[in-house]
């Protein structure tokens, strides 16, 4: 699936102005937290905030910047659910899932050496990657996926453990942020 696509879809997803006392992301508008926006040099409203510049958010810090990009060349699957998670959790602790997956997966590093959790995309995690594809060939990319949604679904309910009132929020997450959409 294209950037664009996966974009469009959160932004759809995620509508535009909500302001939820209980929600610990504060206001967000297309889904963007508005430490994000005010980061990146936007002063206006929230609620104004214009589509474009969601658009070019979503690109370049939750696509490009942590390297989905170059994951999506041989592995789209898993890069549009690192997109995904990034979008809800952040992009280091959608690439911290990948890598403890990958580490799970490597059959104690006999198909390719474990790699350090550092929740960044560098050579050594395309390796792993790369080498868990080539050791599970066409079935392995949706067992990755499969991998990394079971992270994330427990995050999300560790945090409503955590704290009761995001318990509000523990069903649309479920239902919108793991597996297919």
């Not at 890069?79 to 990958?102: I, P, W």
């Not at 790369?130 to 949604?149: C, I, P, S």
């Amino acid at each position: 699936m294209e950037a664009d696509a996966l974009i469009d879809a959160v932004i759809d997803r995620e509508g535009q102005y909500v302001n939820r006392p209980a929600d610990c992301g504060g206001a967000t508008c297309w889904g963007i937290t508005e430490a994000v926006p005010r980061g990146q040099g936007y002063h206006g409203a929230m609620r104004d905030l214009p589509r474009t510049t969601a658009v070019e958010i979503y690109r370049q810090i939750y696509w490009l910047r942590p390297g989905f990009d170059k994951i999506a060349l041989r592995a789209p699957q898993i890069a549009a659910e690192l997109f995904d998670t990034g979008v809800n959790m952040g992009t280091s602790t959608a690439v911290g899932f990948l890598q403890r997956a990958l580490n799970a997966l490597s059959r104690t590093a006999r198909d390719y050496p474990d790699i350090a959790v550092d929740r960044d995309i560098g050579p050594r995690t395309f390796a792993a990657l790369y080498g868990f594809l080539k050791a599970r060939g066409e079935g392995g990319e949706t067992v990755l996926l499969r991998a990394t949604e079971a992270l994330q679904g427990g995050r999300c309910i560790a945090l409503a453990e955590r704290r009761p009132s995001q318990e509000a929020f523990l069903y649309g997450w479920l239902a919108n942020r793991i597996g297919p959409q």
